[in-house]
């Protein structure tokens, strides 16, 4: 069993950052995938980015590669999303979910179902 707390949503403007972050506890940190996925009301969960808790190898969905950063803590067994340039399109809830074990030294955001674990979600708000 993996449980997960994601904090730092709120609004911000076109352009403006925000950094998320998910703390992780139960099972072994190590060797699992910890992604973030986000869901706008009306729209599908999909996949942002992921992270190996072992090879800190990070993995991006195109749409926010080059703004979004996946990083995680280890001593803290808490990992980061931060968010630059954001969109108004970026608005959403983020989640944090965990594959655990994860299927290989890599980390993507699917198949979904392989996340068994999820936090409660934060909200972020980019205004334009």
């Known amino acids: 069993q993996v449980q997960l707390m994601e904090a730092g949503g709120g609004s911000v403007q076109a352009g403006g950052s925000l950094r998320l972050s998910c703390t992780t506890s139960?099972?072994?940190?190590?060797?699992?995938?910890l992604g973030w996925f986000r869901q706008a009301p009306g729209k599908e969960r999909e996949g942002v980015a992921a992270?190996?808790?072992?090879?800190?190898?990070?993995f991006y969905a195109d749409t926010v590669k080059g703004r979004f950063t996946i990083s995680q803590d280890t001593a803290k067994k808490t990992v980061y999303l931060q968010m630059n340039s954001l969109k108004p399109e970026d608005t959403a809830e983020y989640y944090c979910?965990?594959?655990?074990?994860?299927?290989?030294?890599?980390?993507?955001?699917?198949?979904?179902?392989?996340?068994?674990?999820w936090g409660q979600g934060t909200q972020v708000t980019v205004s334009s």
């Open positions: 979910a965990a594959e655990s074990p994860a299927d290989g030294p890599f980390c993507f955001m699917w198949p979904l179902d392989a996340y068994k674990y």
């Open positions: 992270i190996s808790t072992d090879s800190g190898a990070p």
């Open positions: 139960g099972d072994s940190y190590s060797g699992t995938c």
